[in-house]
């Protein structure tokens, strides 16, 4: 299983980026992919999760009403779409994959894919 995570970049505040994590094979079609961030010498935080199975996607209260979680199966791709992005929003963002415990633990993903930076400067 390979993750791979693309689209960060820097911009200004107010700004918008669109994140996409490639899973291979099935691994989008056939799990939960979660998108975690984690800025400088801060822990890995939870940012969103689209599930397999349920429309329902949660997101962490810093970024709801201005992100956006989405999954294209036909292209096994991932998309965390980031709008109004603020200087905190800065920070490697990171997609998972294949959780087995809960969907807002780091701890809980079996795959991971290599981050792509986001820098948001004010």
């Known amino acids: 299983v390979q993750l791979q995570a693309s689209g960060g970049g820097s911009v200004q505040a107010g700004g918008s980026l669109r994140l996409s994590c490639v899973g291979s094979?099935?691994?989008?079609?056939?799990?939960?992919v979660a998108w975690f961030r984690q800025a400088p010498g801060k822990e890995r935080e939870f940012v969103s999760v689209t599930q397999w199975n349920d429309d329902y996607s949660p997101y962490s209260d810093s970024v709801l009403g201005r992100f956006s979680i989405s999954r294209d199966n036909a292209k096994n791709t991932v998309y965390l779409q980031m709008n109004s992005l603020k200087p905190a929003d800065t920070a490697t963002y990171y997609c998972?994959?294949?959780?087995?415990?809960?969907?807002?633990?780091?701890?809980?993903?079996?795959?991971w894919g290599r981050g792509t930076q986001v820098t948001v400067s004010s």
């Open positions: 998972a994959a294949q959780n087995i415990g809960p969907y807002y633990l780091a701890r809980s993903y079996t795959y």
């Open positions: 094979g099935e691994t989008v079609i056939r799990n939960n």
